[in-house]
């Protein structure tokens, strides 16, 4: 990737290029100074990898009301009623201007197809075949391109957020690229950077989703909302080697069957609706028929029988699930798909109202890194495309505080870092073993079944991993960077490794957030699942809060 001079300064600086992050930046007014930051390229992100579509009410038997209504009851009693009605309302409108961007859906005649996904009560998914995610990316990487407003920085990487001492306000964020850290302001910081799958051993998102939005806002005191709530999904391919592949929805929205090693349809045991119920349901029937029936529930999976779907239907809708298994060995006409569970989406984020602010000024999250209020306590199938669409197209609404950005920035002298190299291998490895320890300790204690046991003892164990990385002298170096303080690291292969030591500070307290999350609430509700308190409890219909390592509980919603 060729080098580019970063200016010092841009009015708004958007952190992340998935769905959300390429559609904030188009829609923000093009008279805006904009820089869009990705730590990959524009064309790896999780919202790439959506397979299922992007839900709208825009048939005739549909209409806005039904999809709240659906989203609402998929959110078990934790969704925010303005926020539900907001996203429906705007889906039609803004399914037309991704029309109109050039997204090309799948059409019957001139007609958009529409599909039926669990939970829905009419078919109103949109997709192109069975890659939607990718097709609106491409489209909208395509479009921020063009913009000659729009600077794309790749491979770069948001350590900090720039907090201003006297206001309290987000001024910036510190940016490693190219070996260097370097403080770049700004009039307004979007944070679009996605979910956290990747705390999870078994997760269907990409190597890019660490969290970094959510930890980077709550080490600047913003106030996170509902974080316990992880969405797993129910069918990810299951093949040693492979990665955990997403064996979409709609497969089985369109007829295909769940069963166990006997061939029976198991899912009809634990809900009447069989494999059309939620994914919270599907997930723990799965997870449960494993915890009883296999000899290492951990590695044993179920089967996903595409064979009552008509073969025409299979080619036609879901070619690259055929072409992936394909590339697995597996011939889905002839045999079923070994499928089992993966951490997918989390509902919890950063606190953003319908204009997407937080409680920071200056500081703004959409897309999965934020808590809206539209997906309560689990997450309705294919609205999470459309949230990062309806809540990206309100950033053109932004009030800048641009007064602030002509103050001249202070220069501090650059620091730098040096390592022998047998120092400098002895803290790589220790982040390496952090890194895959991590995930599996999270599985373990936080995945689709919890219990306070468990919990607390993850909690114990990731805290004083915390207390072992914060001593690393890379850690110490970089953490006693001062505000504007930029610095240069010579180390070998320093992208890489720098990335390795933020992600592996993001997750840690990402694993912290969830871990203490789970601990504080208990009941059981959507993606939280407790097996010392199976119940849904009236009194636990309120939003789990969390500033600064303070929990707290909101006041009780109405239902």
Excluded at 534 to 554: F, G, I, M, R, Y
């Amino acid at each position: 990737m060729p080098e580019i001079d970063i200016p010092s300064q841009f009015d708004v600086l958007v952190v992340g290029a998935g769905a959300a992050g390429l559609y904030t930046a188009l829609c923000l007014p093009e008279s805006l100074r904009v820089g869009l930051i990705t730590k990959e390229t524009v064309s790896l992100s999780a919202s790439d990898w959506a397979q299922g579509g992007i839900a709208a009410a825009i048939a005739p038997e549909d209409s806005p009301t039904l999809h709240i209504e659906d989203t609402i009851r998929a959110g078990a009693g934790l969704c925010d009623k303005a926020a539900v009605e907001f996203l429906a309302q705007h889906a039609p409108s803004c399914i037309q201007s991704l029309v109109n961007l050039g997204v090309a859906f799948d059409r019957h005649g001139n007609a958009l197809a529409l599909t039926l996904e669990a939970a829905h009560s009419r078919n109103r998914v949109l997709h192109a075949a069975d890659t939607t995610g990718r097709e609106v990316t491409t489209t909208l990487t395509a479009q921020v391109l063009r913009r000659p407003n729009i600077q794309v920085i790749q491979q770069a990487l948001a350590l900090s957020l720039w907090i201003e001492p006297q206001s309290n306000s987000c001024q910036g964020i510190s940016l490693f690229y190219q070996g260097e850290i370097s403080w770049i302001k700004a009039g307004a910081v979007v944070l679009a950077t996605g979910g956290g799958g990747q705390v999870f051993a078994q997760t269907t998102n990409p190597a890019v989703s660490t969290g970094d939005g959510v930890a980077i806002a709550a080490r600047a005191g913003a106030i996170l909302r509902d974080l316990e709530f992880v969405q797993f999904h129910p069918t990810a391919l299951t093949k040693p080697g492979s990665d955990r592949f997403l064996i979409s929805e709609a497969v089985r929205g369109e007829g295909a069957h769940l069963v166990d090693n006997e061939g029976r349809r198991f899912v009809f045991d634990y809900h009447p609706a069989g494999e059309l119920a939620p994914r919270d349901v599907v997930s723990r029937a799965i997870f449960s028929h494993l915890q009883r029936t296999a000899a290492d529930p951990a590695t044993a999976h179920v089967w996903l029988d595409m064979r009552p779907i008509p073969p025409e239907k299979i080619r036609h809708r879901f070619p690259n699930i055929i072409k992936v298994c394909q590339h697995w060995g597996i011939d889905v006409f002839i045999e079923p798909i070994p499928v089992a569970p993966a951490a997918h989406y989390w509902m919890g984020g950063i606190v953003a109202d319908l204009m997407n602010r937080t409680n920071i000024p200056g500081l703004y999250a959409v897309g999965e890194t934020a808590s809206t209020g539209v997906h309560g306590a689990n997450r309705l199938a294919s609205n999470s495309l459309l949230e990062c669409i309806v809540f990206g197209a309100q950033m053109a609404n932004i009030n800048l505080r641009v007064a602030e950005l002509d103050a001249e920035l202070p220069m501090l002298p650059l620091r730098e870092f040096h390592s022998d190299v047998s120092e400098w291998q002895r803290q790589q490895a220790q982040i390496e073993t952090l890194r895959q320890k991590l995930p599996r300790l999270v599985w373990q204690s936080a995945g689709i079944c919890r219990s306070q046991s468990g919990l607390e003892a993850a909690i114990a164990t990731v805290e004083s991993w915390q207390k072992d990385f914060a001593v690393l002298p890379l850690s110490k170096f970089l953490l006693s960077l001062k505000a504007a303080e930029p610095a240069r690291l010579n180390l070998p292969d320093v992208e890489r490794q720098l990335r390795l030591w933020a992600e592996t500070r993001n997750l840690l307290d990402v694993a912290d957030l969830i871990l203490k999350s789970a601990v504080f609430r208990t009941e059981s509700r959507g993606g939280h699942y407790r097996l010392d308190y199976p119940e849904t409890e009236s009194d636990w219909q309120a939003h789990t809060l969390v500033q600064k390592n303070n929990w707290w509980k909101s006041p009780i919603l109405n239902s």
